[in-house]
T-cell receptor, first 111, second 112 residues
Framework: DVKVTQSSRYLVKRTGEKVFLECVQD?????MFWYRQDPGLGLRLIYF???????EKGDIPEGYSVSREKKERFSLILESASTNQTSMYLC??????????FGDGTRLSIL | DQQVKQNSPSLSVQEGRISILNCDYT??????FLWYKKYPAEGPTFLIS?????DKNEDGRFTVFLNKSAKHLSLHIVPSQPGDSAVYFC???????????FGTGTRLKVLA
């Protein structure tokens, strides 16, 4: 069974801090994704990666960057956290012919 | 521009009855659609999908209908059970892109 693991379930950080959210998948998936979920807005794609060291912007990349140094790991970076980045962050992975599998999410609060 | 719309934020249904969740899309390039279910404090889990070459796909109690001319899909749950209470997201995708565009979700509450 596919396992997508997000390193933290809950995280509290301060405005201006650099924040790292980590995601690891164990199924050798090529494609990995970062979303944020906000009430009334659904899931919005921040960044995705279809191979090691490759990345593409999603619909809301501003204020974020990503890193994919190894196939199984995809990191989301908030360069300088702001209060409007308080959200639920969800990581997903897939190969081309499968539905995306999601982790359980990281609820991030920026104070 | 919201490419995938779920116009009902919430829905309440009696246990044993049918739940119908609706989804509209605007992007004509979408050829693959999915429904995910999400419980609080958990990630979304895949429920059912449909390719644009079909107009219906069934999996147990769950059936998805696709009306391409109306750019509309719906998820039917029969019979509804209290454990189905969750937020349901529909998503559209274009072959080869691996990207999904999600709707805003519908919160289903099944009353015992």
């Amino acid at each position: 069974d596919v396992k997508v693991t997000q390193s933290s379930r809950y995280l509290v950080k301060r405005t201006g801090e650099k924040v790292f959210l980590e995601c690891v998948q164990d199924m050798d998936h090529e494609n990995m994704f970062w979303y944020r979920q906000d009430p009334g807005l659904g899931l919005r794609l921040i960044y995705f990666s279809y191979d090691v060291k490759m990345k593409e912007k999603g619909d809301i990349p501003e204020g974020y960057s990503v890193s994919r140094e190894k196939k199984e790991r995809f990191s989301l970076i908030l360069e300088s956290a702001s209060t409007n980045q308080t959200s639920m962050y969800l990581c997903a992975s897939t190969n081309s012919n499968q539905p995306q599998h999601f982790g359980d999410g990281t609820r991030l609060s920026i104070l | 521009d919201q490419q995938v719309k779920q116009n009902s934020p919430s829905l309440s249904v009696q246990e044993g009855r049918i739940s119908i969740l609706n989804c509209d899309y605007t992007n004509s390039m979408f050829d693959y659609f999915l429904w995910y279910k999400k419980y609080p404090a958990e990630g979304p889990t895949f429920l059912i999908s449909i390719s644009s070459i079909k107009d219906k796909n069934e999996d147990g109690r769950f059936t998805v209908f696709l009306n391409k001319s109306a750019k509309h899909l719906s998820l039917h749950i029969v019979p509804s059970q209290p454990g189905d209470s969750a937020v349901y997201f529909c998503a559209g995708s274009t072959s080869g892109t691996y990207k999904y565009i999600f709707g805003t979700g519908t919160r289903l509450k099944v009353l015992a």
